[in-house]
């Protein structure tokens, strides 16, 4: 019977590692939290949230008012690159839109008091003891981790997804990601609180205008690299992807070219996915993957949050399950977690991929869809 609280170490400070000891936390569970970045950093920018992720944030606690409470959006507008509508569709209703920064802040806040975040402790290896259990995590610092249960939420790259499955094979996505914030209240005001999206009209070419909160607009700019040639790798930094998408946006219709030149090209990120079936399963003994780390998905379907959402509490679930079972065995209860969240995941694999294929393809008044996975 698994009734004692356990000592869990979560590799991974972004969403999907806070939210885990937050869920956890609330369970009795001690958490501490190794992150691989030398302090909190707000890579990705903005993002959409749908309705039932927001209810799982309130119901742990998260405050999500004031300056945290993002932007109720109302509706999708995707646009040719002149400016003129193609298509309208309303946003499924009570979905927001939020800041990375305030989200990442509003997890944080929620964190028990003795769930420390360790930061410059990048994951190097796993240690594995007999029938396949960790008995200790090692950093890149050469310190030795030790505890009942270990989470991986180590991100896209994931270290323990890499030892878990070492020749599962992955590929850089086709289609590349430059993202921007910028401060601009004319812009606000003509967004409102509608998504937009301009495409060009072969495809394969998009700049996406997002509303996150009463002074900022997150902008991104997703581009085709078979067919728009990249920076050389060696100049692949942001600069030279700035650069390349003022280029290939040039002319487009206002605000796209404006938003771009007012954002200092230093503070963009270039968001560089990867193309890989869902792994076979999200659990191994006392080691479980969440969020990215388990399921890297392709930035079309916009569930990277809410699904790693949804992972935290799915495992909270399957952990409570075990603790209150007679005969509960913790490798059975995160193998229910990682049934549960498998059968999801694949799904909206499927729709990512589907989505990325509409975005390669011409633009049309009949050939429009949301960007978002359901």
Known sequence: MGSQPMDI???????????????LGKQGHSCRLYERSREAHDAGMGFILMPEAILYLHSLGVNLSGEFSGIPLHRYLCRNAQGEVLYEEVIPKGSRSFRRRDLMAALVNALPADSPIIFNSELEWLDFGDG?????????????????????????RSRAREVLFPDWPTRSAQVIEVVGLARCSETLRWAGNNLNKFHSPDGGLAVGVLPVDKEHVVWFVQVDTARFAPPPAKEGNALSWYALVRKLTRGWAHPAPHLLAMTDPDQIHIWRPIDADVVPYFHQQNLVLAGDAAHPFSPFTSQGVASAIADAVALADALETWTKSVNGHLAKALANYSKERHQQCEQYLVQGRELAQKFLAPISETECWLPLAT
């Open 132 to 156: 396949g259990r960790i008995s200790a995590a090692i950093l890149r610092s050469g310190t030795r981790v030790t505890a009942e249960l270990f989470i991986a939420a180590d991100g896209t």
């Open 9 to 23: 170490a979560i590799f991974g400070a972004g969403i999907a590692g806070l939210m885990a000891a937050i869920t």
